[in-house]
């Protein structure tokens, strides 16, 4: 079993960062697709981010790409999720997940996680 702890949200004005953290239990992180999905009130959780192992190769949605950036430590079971010129629109909850080997099908679907985090808020006021 895996154990994800979100870390680093909070409230913000828009064209601020936040640096989001998660933080895994065990000791094949680093064998783990990560990824960072979030949800806005009365919508559905969307993907975010995702970054694999070998090679760090990672992906965007396209309204975060050139704004956020994940990244991974394997020497510390942590992947980050740093978010700069946050917008309104940004405001969630942010989750992260690992998905475990055997790999699911779409990086960017929420179905191929094996692994979720218990959230963490982010609010971006204009």
């Known amino acids: 079993q895996v154990q994800l702890v979100e870390s680093g949200g909070g409230l913000v004005q828009a064209g601020d960062s936040l640096r989001l953290s998660c933080a895994a239990s065990?000791?094949?992180?680093?064998?783990?697709?990560m990824g960072w999905f979030r949800q806005a009130p009365g919508k559905e959780r969307e993907f975010v981010a995702a970054?694999?192992?070998?090679?760090?190769?990672?992906y965007y949605t396209d309204s975060v790409k050139g704004r956020f950036t994940i990244s991974r430590d394997n020497a510390k079971n942590t992947v980050y999720l740093q978010m700069n010129n946050l917008k309104r629109e940004d405001t969630a909850v942010y989750y992260c997940?690992?998905?475990?080997?055997?790999?699911?099908?779409?990086?960017?679907?929420?179905?191929?996680?094996?692994?979720w985090g218990q959230g963490t808020q982010v609010t971006v006021s204009s």
């Open positions: 970054i694999k192992t070998v090679g760090s190769t990672t």
């Open positions: 997940a690992a998905d475990a080997p055997p790999y699911g099908s779409k990086i960017a679907g929420s179905s191929s996680y094996d692994y």
């Open positions: 065990g000791r094949t992180f680093s064998s783990y697709f």
